[in-house]
């Protein structure tokens, strides 16, 4: 079970690397699409985190994003160790989500559900 630092060294990961998406990765495959960074997982010892990208377009998407995040892996390591002072920046793990497509289905689905309703409390 992670402690508190842990935790909050996992949420410092996140930000960073999503500051870097924004900002600093130039890769067409990565800022091609509209991605996020769902969540990281830092494991006990801070030597490897895996990293889930997800985006609204779909699983290809996020597929693609993960490929092009790999392929700058050296330079998101060498910034987040910078960045929260690291003396050693853990492996990063890429992984393709698909949460943010399914809570799209999901809104989708609730919205339908909803006209229907006033639909029904009209006639």
Not at 96 to 103: K, T
């Amino acid at each position: 079970m992670p402690n508190f630092k842990n935790g909050r060294l996992s949420e410092d990961i996140k930000r960073e690397i999503s500051g870097l998406i924004r900002e600093e990765i130039k890769d067409p495959r990565v800022n091609g699409s509209l991605i996020s960074v769902v969540r990281t997982e830092l494991s006990g010892d801070n030597s490897h985190c895996k990293v889930y990208i997800s985006s609204i377009e779909g699983q290809d998407a996020a597929r693609t994003a993960v490929k092009g995040l790999e392929s700058a892996s050296g330079l998101i390591k060498r910034r987040i160790s910078n960045a929260l002072h690291l003396k050693k920046s853990p492996e990063l793990k890429f992984i393709a989500d698909d949460s943010i497509e399914h809570s799209a289905e999901i809104a989708c689905k609730l919205e339908t559900l909803e006209k229907n309703k006033t639909n029904e409390a009209e006639n």
